[in-house]
């Protein structure tokens, strides 16, 4: 993955304060995919192990919950080495629906920072709206497709960085941080001012789902620059994964 | 001699890839499949494909024995069981199958039964005809492999 200095400097000085190991695995985004079709789940499985991230797939919100502690009301932090960094699940699943989910992903003080992406093979913009409103990171009409896991693993790469900065200053608004973040930093500035709008116009994206992310990160638009930047050559230096 | 068998295997696929293409059997979200296939995963496609069969079936007896019901009226379980049909046959791109199953959930959703029963034979003759046609494909994938293996360290199918 082609990183430039400034970025690497920042992660080694993190590991420092924070004790993380300094091993590759650290890079890797660890996603929790939730889907009730095995044959999805295998899917999207194959899709974020070819994107280099962590997989663990289970096929109910419930146990998604397990997963990540929550329903058992249990400090999560010690049990867990893998923490979660993304959640991926689908909308239509009987019990828990993916929005379910996500509305208890987003109520928890300990997991609402973690980005939640839905899926779902309806394009129902009632349904989209809903979701993205309960703060969905995104939402993808399936067919998953490489280029849509491309696409949201670029952004929440870039959360995943800022989040480690976050976590000295409890309670602050994440998007209110990344703003601060963009005018304090010496890193280049592509990296940290690429909204989420922007990513969903990467170059091998022609998928016909929709781009709701603009939609959610508008509070941080104010401090991005427009989508203009999306095409500008510095953003894609940044992008990790090859085409 | 197996360079010509090679050469001739090849052509074979692809031109029933092709077929399959042209008549919208399948669609691109198969080829994403083959895409997500490498020397770390060289079986993935069958591999899905299998689970995907296998899912079917089940959901294909499902169908057939609620619409056999003489006093089905649970058209809401048929949807849930048609929902799902559509959803894995999207995700592996069986794209005639997944409109048939679109036709059939509509018909569903009038509690139109004989347009049910009609939309049910038409998917059961789909998946027959997909599910003969694929394993053709495998096979024909793995004597490639089996003509390539003998000279050629393996290489992308």
């Known amino acids: 993955m082609a990183r430039d200095g400034g970025v690497t400097w920042r992660r080694t000085e993190k590991i420092d304060r924070f004790n993380l190991s300094a091993t590759d695995t650290a890079e890797e985004l660890h996603v929790l995919a939730v889907d009730d079709s095995l044959v999805d789940r295998k899917v999207i499985e194959r899709l974020l192990r070819i994107s ?7 096929d109910s919100g419930i146990r998604a919950l397990q997963f990540l ?8 932090n010690g049990f867990n080495d893998l923490k979660v960094d993304l959640i991926i699940t689908d909308y239509c699943m009987p019990g828990m629906t993916g929005y379910e989910l996500l509305k208890k992903v987003k109520e928890s003080s300990v997991f609402r920072e973690i980005p939640v992406v839905i899926m779902s093979s309806e394009n129902v913009l ?14 993808i009409v399936k067919p998953v497709k490489l280029s849509d ?13 800022v989040g480690e900065e976050e976590r000295t200053r409890k309670g602050i608004n994440k998007r209110k941080q990344r703003d601060s973040f963009d005018l304090s930093s010496s890193s280049p500035p592509s990296i940290l001012s690429s909204s989420p709008v922007l990513s969903s116009s990467s170059p091998e994206s022609q998928s016909p789902s929709p781009s ?5 990160s508008a509070s941080s638009a104010p401090s991005s620059p427009s989508p203009i930047d999306s095409h500008s050559p510095t953003r894609r230096v940044k992008t990790t994964s090859s085409e | 001699m197996l360079g010509l068998a090679a050469d001739r295997l090849r052509a074979d696929m692809n031109r029933l890839l092709a077929f399959l293409f042209h008549q919208g059997i399948l669609d691109e979200q198969f080829l994403q499949l083959q895409q997500l296939q490498d020397e770390s995963s060289p079986n993935f496609v069958s591999e899905v494909v299998n689970i995907y069969f296998h899912e079917s079936e089940k959901l294909l007896r499902s169908l057939r024995s609620l619409l056999m019901d003489r006093e089905f009226s649970d058209y809401n379980k048929m949807g849930i069981h048609l929902n799902q049909f559509m959803g894995s046959s999207s995700s592996i791109g069986a794209n005639r199958i997944r409109n048939v199953c679109v036709a059939f959930r509509a018909a569903s959703e009038q509690n139109n039964r004989a347009g049910c029963l009609r939309a049910l034979e038409l ?7 997909l599910k003969n046609k694929l394993h053709e494909l495998f096979q024909i994938q793995q004597q490639r492999v089996l003509a390539a293996g003998v000279r050629y360290p393996m290489q992308n199918i």
């Open chain 1, 69 to 76: 502690g929550l329903d058992e009301e249990k400090n999560s």
């Open chain 1, 126 to 139: 009632a349904r989209i709206d809903r979701c993205l409103e309960e703060g969905a990171e995104d939402f």
């Open chain 1, 52 to 58: 280099s991230c962590k997989v663990t797939a289970v």
């Open chain 1, 149 to 161: 896991v491309k696409r949201i693993k670029d952004y929440t790469t870039r959360e995943f960085r």
């Open chain 2, 123 to 129: 998917l059961e003759h789909e998946y027959c005809f």
């Open chain 1, 212 to 216: 709701p992310p603009s939609i959610p």
